[in-house]
């Protein structure tokens, strides 16, 4: 009965030293999918010319955000797949074949020739590479964190902040790139072979993370019965806790891709150097990493969700005058120190969304209802933004604050979504336990 009970709640817990081990891996995997996913909004403009040539810049910048779009669509269909191969095969499984398919796909933008060379070849490539990578981090979020708050339910909060984390990570070491390269190469040779640089860096270290995480032990919840299916549960019994789900992420996967749109933003919005956009979304992303475990800390004492209304709260009334700020007052600083705190924000938000959305599952579907929730979330309100806003900004109405319009509405839904999860929840997983909700 006991073993039954911690089956079904996923509560199996690990040695503090075992933990320790478990998070670095698993953070290190995650880094590693996620530093290749970033890369490539960072290096749009260069990107667009080499694999998207129009007579306009704006359509072939847009042409370029919208492959980023499309390929977010595979991502629910990974979350969906690897997450039932998790459940049922174990949450250690999926993360070895999500990381292989992850080193996959960035070796093939590395190497694929440009549009010049190959011709209408080149985008078409590209665009199967990108939904190759969009698959794989598909299964990622779902695996690696029901991975992660099955090793500690004691405190879920903290440990699944790192899977967000390790995402700053990514996003620091992205920015890093185009920071570097934008500061030490010329604008040919940055458009010649330059952009290359970080994919292969993604390539070459890709084997490492997978090395790492073949040698981590697995115990957690064992796999779902061979009888059983995960997706037709999610999909028939757990609709309303999917949308919960997406809602509680949509903020805060809008900021975080708006911010890695930010030197793209520079350039086209705000005539000024890319490397300002880079050191901003630097330091931004040095907040995630520091900020993100401070937040699920947090929570895991105050209560999920009255910890990430009051940061909802914050982040609604802070974001159209951030951006009214940008447009106003384009320096560097003002930029710098403007998305530093949009990015610390974030982080403040983003620390304690993982562990509730891991809570709204049962253990026997928890990897897909996680991958089919953040997918969707990310893929709608994540994915598409970079090419939602660079649409609003072709209103003159809207002009250079879309990015401001499009977080206000994005943050009441998640707002909602909070509020309703707090309000309707059918059991006490939001309330009480070992880790307020």
Do not use: C, D, H, N
């Given at each position: 009965m006991a073993l039954s009970a911690h089956a079904e709640t996923g509560e199996f817990g690990a040695s503090p030293q075992n933990v320790t081990k478990l998070v670095i891996a698993t953070s290190l995997g995650n880094a590693l999918e996620w530093f290749d996913i970033s890369v490539y909004a960072y290096f749009a403009?260069?990107?667009?010319?080499?694999?998207?040539?129009?007579k306009d810049p704006t359509t072939s910048l847009l042409l370029t955000f919208g492959s980023f779009a499309l390929t977010f669509l595979a991502r629910p269909i990974g979350g969906v797949l690897l997450g039932t191969y998790a459940d049922r095969h174990g949450r250690k499984a999926s993360l070895l074949l999500s990381i292989a398919m992850m080193t996959c796909g960035t070796s093939a933008v590395a190497l694929m020739p440009t549009f010049e060379a190959i011709g209408?070849?080149?985008?078409?490539?590209?665009i199967a590479a990108r939904l190759v990578q969009g698959f794989s981090a598909g299964g990622e979020f779902g695996s690696s964190t029901a991975f992660l708050v099955e090793h500690m339910p004691g405190r879920r909060g903290f440990v699944a902040s790192w899977q967000f984390a390790s995402q700053g990570l990514s996003s620091l070491l992205g920015a890093g790139f185009g920071a570097l390269l934008t500061s030490?190469?010329?604008?040919?040779?940055?458009?010649?072979?330059?952009?290359?640089?970080p994919f292969l860096f993604g390539a070459l270290i890709g084997p490492i993370g997978l090395y790492i995480r073949n040698r981590i032990d697995d115990a957690t919840a064992p796999p779902a019965a061979r009888h059983d299916t995960p997706v037709r549960n999610v999909l028939r019994t757990q609709k309303l806790r999917v949308l919960l789900g997406v809602g509680a992420i949509a903020i805060a996967t809008a900021v975080n891709y708006l911010i890695i749109y930010m030197p793209t933003y520079v350039v086209k919005a705000l005539n000024l150097s890319p490397t300002i956009g880079y050191l901003a979304?630097?330091?931004?992303?040095?907040?995630?990493?520091?900020?993100n475990p401070l937040a699920g800390w947090i929570s895991d004492?105050?209560?999920?969700?009255?910890?990430l209304i009051i940061m909802g709260m914050v982040l609604l009334f802070t974001v159209f005058p951030m951006f009214l700020l940008l447009a106003s007052k384009p320096s560097g600083t003002v930029i710098v120190v403007a998305v530093l705190l949009l990015g610390s924000l974030k982080a403040l938000y983003?620390?304690?969304?993982?562990?509730?959305?891991?809570?709204?599952?049962?253990?026997?579907t928890r990897a897909t209802g996680l991958g089919l929730s953040y997918n969707v979330g990310v893929t709608a309100f994540g994915g598409s933004a970079p090419a939602i806003v660079t649409w609003l900004g072709t209103?003159?109405?809207i002009g250079d604050l879309a990015p401001g319009y499009f977080l206000t509405a994005v943050c009441l839904f998640s707002l909602w979504a909070l509020i309703t999860a707090r309000l309707t929840s059918a059991d006490k997983t939001f309330t009480s336990g070992p880790t307020k909700v």
């Open positions: 403009a260069y990107l667009s010319k080499a694999f998207f040539p129009a209408v070849l080149a985008p078409l490539l590209v030490t190469l010329s604008e040919a040779a940055l458009q010649s072979w330059g952009w290359r640089i979304a630097f330091a931004a992303s040095m907040a995630g990493i520091t900020l004492r105050v209560g999920r969700t009255t910890y983003l620390g304690a969304v993982a562990a509730l959305m891991s809570e709204l599952f049962p253990a026997s209103f003159a109405a």
